[in-house]
């Protein structure tokens, strides 16, 4: 009677992809290890489905190197960043000396605008909370088109194209000139966090500073929205990142917007998909 024993010596590294209706989620770890399991993440899609909205979400935690995404294609394809733009806006003003800090206040123009809250003088910080569209044209125009274009160059900020001088205080705003996919805002954001941009500390953290939109002794929230109203539908944005737990995880959302009533979905999807991965809670 033989005895036949088989050994198997093997390794599999094994990557997911897991499906939920329209929700695709990559779960892969950093290392190299095989150990891992993939992660079970929740269906983002049911958050857009609620507000009866089409769009995109893409969440990064950048300790486990895992991304959850909702509407991969969307996430990389190229749209106008809008508003988001200001976060680099505000880079280059404090750093070349446009404005001497995020409290120097700007003159209004007098000019009503359909935002109540923009018609009144007001300084960068505050502007940045208010997404004062004037404000930003001024520390553009004052930047210059060749200044504009070299600090793009040197970010490699979307498809860097600012147009000509003639755009030079609405390039971010128009869909035929600078573009941004969701996933390049991550990488953006990263880079930010990590105070890999070509500013000085004081500039970055003045900008992270202003970037805060909710602190509590649990986490801090950072973000920029963006309403893009040169293209059909109106797509809106919100950017940021949410470090809690010892990690951070950078977010990128966009949503079709058909009202201005549809302009708090964005955050609420954004927060609602951050609460499926247990953030935004109380810790015990």
């Known amino acids: 009677m033989q005895s036949f024993v088989f050994t198997v010596i093997g390794c599999f590294a094994v990557v997911s992809v897991i ?15 095989s150990e891992r399991p993939a992660v079970k993440a929740p269906n983002f899609g049911r958050h857009f489905q609620e507000f009866g909205r089409e769009g995109s979400i893409l969440i990064y935690d950048s300790k486990n190197n895992r991304i959850y995404e909702h509407n991969p294609q969307r996430n990389v394809t190229a749209i106008a960043p ?14 070349i000396g446009i404005v001497p800090d995020d409290v120097a206040v700007l003159t209004w123009d007098g000019i009503h605008r359909e935002i109540d809250a923009w ?6 910080r505050q502007a940045f909370k208010d997404s004062t569209v004037w ?23 979307g498809n860097r194209k600012i147009g000509t001088a003639a755009d030079i205080d609405r390039f971010w705003l128009q869909q035929q000139l600078l573009q941004i996919t969701p996933k390049e805002q991550i990488k953006f954001l990263q880079r930010l966090y990590q105070s890999d941009l070509p500013f000085s500390q004081r500039t970055i953290n003045l900008v992270k500073e ?23 539908p109106n797509v ?12 951070v995880y950078f977010f990128a959302t966009t949503l079709d917007m058909l009202k201005a009533e549809d302009a708090p979905a964005r955050i609420e999807i954004t927060r609602r998909s951050l609460k499926d991965l247990g953030l935004l809670a109380q810790i015990n």
């Open 19 to 33: 499906t939920f209706g329209t929700m695709y989620v990559v779960a892969q770890p950093a290392s190299t290890s």
């Open 82 to 95: 809008a508003s988001t733009f200001k976060i680099f806006n505000a880079l280059v003003a404090l750093e």
């Open 119 to 124: 018609n009144h003088d007001t300084n960068l």
């Open 135 to 157: 404000f930003y044209q001024v520390l553009a125009r004052r930047t210059g088109y060749e200044r504009m274009q070299q600090f793009i160059n040197k970010v490699g900020y």
């Open 210 to 232: 202003i970037m805060i939109r909710e602190q509590t002794p649990d986490y801090t929230l950072r973000g920029k929205t963006g309403w893009l109203t040169s293209r059909k």
């Open 236 to 247: 809106g944005w919100f950017v940021g990142y949410l470090e809690q737990n010892k990690n």
